[in-house]
């Protein structure tokens, strides 16, 4: 380490963004576990079951070497099917198959259009592929056709790609999914979708926001395991050929240790449990319906209307207050500042789960209307 690393990190001090780890406390409204099932006794017993029959640990390699284990493809065709696909392919996170993806499978003369707000890892995944790129404005679905137009009349001559989530992890919106495939398909393009706030939730069965798209030859979805699931994981939804290339030419799947085939045995347990329960998300429904409400009558906030709802507080340090404030009282809320979010833009991210109720969120909100008050902007 060098002089250098250590300014950067009291640069980083004195400007209120210095990171650290912190333990768990207080009641969760900071996790993605949206469904209460990472410490439900219905996943412990899938993973106990598992042991018994003799699921592996670890992996023990590469999917292309001994690591390919019958796990991992018993879980590929399950979700497959639960998700109406043409192939799957199981990545070790949702940030890993980002990379892999965009890395991998735009060519130097296509073209990445995302949205403004997309996830860092597909962020880093296009800097280290070779196509173009050009954010788009957020949910602005003109923006991103005229942003292909220009390119073609620039002379663009490869595929445009269009990348967006359904469901925004810092905002709590939904893409405009339906214009975006039209624009995609008006220009012969590809539409990826990354589910991984919508996955186990929303959509038929929590199949996404994107279900009706499926399994056509020109869309391709991510679905993380490690948020609703409640286990961990990224499952990659494409048509074969996408699979194919990537097993082949991904260095990010072909050179990566292989997925838990314990773990893999707990996400196919976790997709089960979501077909067969609706009740969980029809819980988690009732539990945003009744935070908008509050949100609005106690806050004057406009709810988001899912899962994920900000709450923009505008400086780093008004939000590390509140946020701090809550902690304090018994909530675990987090600040959330630049760069992970815009400039000016700095909130608390409040994550709605069945491991807290009305009565726990009612204690919250309450709180905050409190502290809205006392902490000025």
């Given at each position: 380490m060098s002089?250098?690393?250590?300014?950067?990190?009291k640069?980083?001090?004195?400007?209120?963004?210095?990171?650290?780890?912190s333990?768990r406390s207080?009641?969760?409204f900071?996790?993605?576990?949206y469904?209460?099932?990472?410490?439900?006794?219905?996943l412990?017993?899938?993973v106990?079951?598992?042991?018994?029959?003799?699921?592996?640990?670890?992996?023990?390699?590469?999917?292309?070497?001994?690591?390919?284990?019958?796990?991992?493809?018993?879980?590929?065709?399950e979700?497959?099917?639960?998700?109406?696909?043409?192939?799957?392919?199981?990545?070790?996170?949702?940030?890993?198959?980002?990379?892999?993806?965009?890395?991998?499978?735009?060519a130097?003369?296509?073209?990445?259009?995302?949205?403004?707000l997309?996830?860092?890892?597909v962020?880093?995944?296009?800097?280290a592929?070779k196509?173009?790129?050009?954010?788009?404005?957020?949910?602005?679905?003109?923006?991103f056709?005229?942003?292909?137009?220009?390119?073609?009349?620039?002379?663009?001559?490869?595929?445009?790609?269009?990348a967006?989530?359904?469901?925004?992890?810092?905002d709590g919106d939904r893409?405009?999914?339906?214009d975006l495939i039209a624009?995609?398909?008006?220009?012969?393009?590809?539409?990826?979708?990354?589910?991984?706030?919508?996955t186990?939730?929303?959509?038929p069965?929590?199949r996404g926001?994107?279900?009706?798209?499926e399994?056509?030859?020109?869309?391709?979805?991510?679905?993380?395991?490690?948020?609703?699931?409640?286990?961990?994981g990224a499952l990659?939804?494409?048509?074969r050929?996408?699979?194919?290339y990537?097993?082949?030419?991904?260095?990010a799947?072909?050179?990566a240790?292989?997925?838990?085939?314990l773990?893999?045995a707990?996400?196919?347990?976790?997709?089960?449990?979501?077909?067969d329960?609706?009740?969980?998300?029809?819980?988690l429904?009732?539990?945003?319906?009744?935070?908008?409400?509050a949100?609005?009558?106690?806050?004057?906030?406009?709810?988001?209307?899912?899962?994920i709802?900000?709450?923009?507080?505008?400086?780093?340090?008004?939000?590390?207050?509140?946020a701090?404030?809550?902690?304090?009282?018994?909530?675990d809320?987090?600040?959330?500042?630049p760069?992970t979010?815009?400039?000016?833009?700095?909130r608390?991210?409040?994550s709605?789960?069945l491991?807290?109720?009305?009565?726990?969120?009612?204690?919250?909100l309450?709180?905050?209307?409190?502290?809205?008050?006392?902490?000025?902007?």
């Amino acid at each position: 380490m060098s002089d250098s690393h250590e300014r950067a990190l009291k640069a980083l001090e004195r400007r209120g963004r210095l990171r650290a780890l912190s333990p768990r406390s207080g009641v969760d409204f900071s996790s993605n576990d949206y469904l209460g099932l990472a410490a439900s006794r219905e996943l412990a017993e899938a993973v106990a079951r598992a042991l018994d029959r003799g699921v592996a640990v670890g992996a023990g390699g590469s999917r292309l070497l001994r690591g390919n284990d019958p796990e991992h493809e018993a879980l590929e065709a399950e979700a497959q099917a639960f998700f109406g696909a043409e192939s799957c392919l199981y990545f070790g996170g949702g940030f890993l198959a980002n990379y892999a993806l965009f890395s991998t499978l735009p060519a130097r003369n296509d073209l990445v259009v995302h949205d403004a707000l997309i996830h860092a890892s597909v962020i880093d995944g296009m800097r280290a592929g070779k196509a173009a790129t050009v954010a788009a404005a957020h949910n602005d679905a003109q923006a991103f056709d005229d942003a292909i137009g220009r390119w073609r009349s620039e002379g663009g001559t490869g595929r445009p790609w269009i990348a967006v989530e359904s469901l925004y992890s810092m905002d709590g919106d939904r893409a405009p999914l339906a214009d975006l495939i039209a624009i995609a398909r008006r220009h012969d393009g590809m539409l990826v979708v990354d589910e991984a706030h919508a996955t186990g939730v929303l959509g038929p069965d929590g199949r996404g926001l994107a279900h009706a798209l499926e399994g056509a030859p020109d869309v391709i979805s991510l679905h993380t395991c490690g948020k609703a699931l409640g286990a961990s994981g990224a499952l990659l939804l494409a048509p074969r050929l996408v699979r194919d290339y990537l097993v082949n030419r991904a260095r990010a799947f072909i050179y990566a240790t292989a997925p838990s085939p314990l773990m893999a045995a707990t996400v196919r347990a976790a997709l089960r449990i979501v077909h067969d329960d609706p009740g969980r998300r029809e819980r988690l429904a009732n539990l945003v319906a009744f935070a908008g409400r509050a949100l609005e009558r106690r806050c004057t906030i406009t709810p988001s209307g899912s899962h994920i709802q900000p709450v923009i507080l505008g400086t780093d340090e008004r939000a590390v207050s509140i946020a701090r404030a809550l902690v304090a009282g018994g909530f675990d809320v987090r600040a959330v500042r630049p760069p992970t979010v815009p400039e000016g833009t700095a909130r608390l991210r409040i994550s709605l789960t069945l491991n807290a109720g009305e009565d726990a969120t009612a204690r919250l909100l309450d709180t905050l209307a409190a502290l809205l008050e006392q902490v000025p902007a």
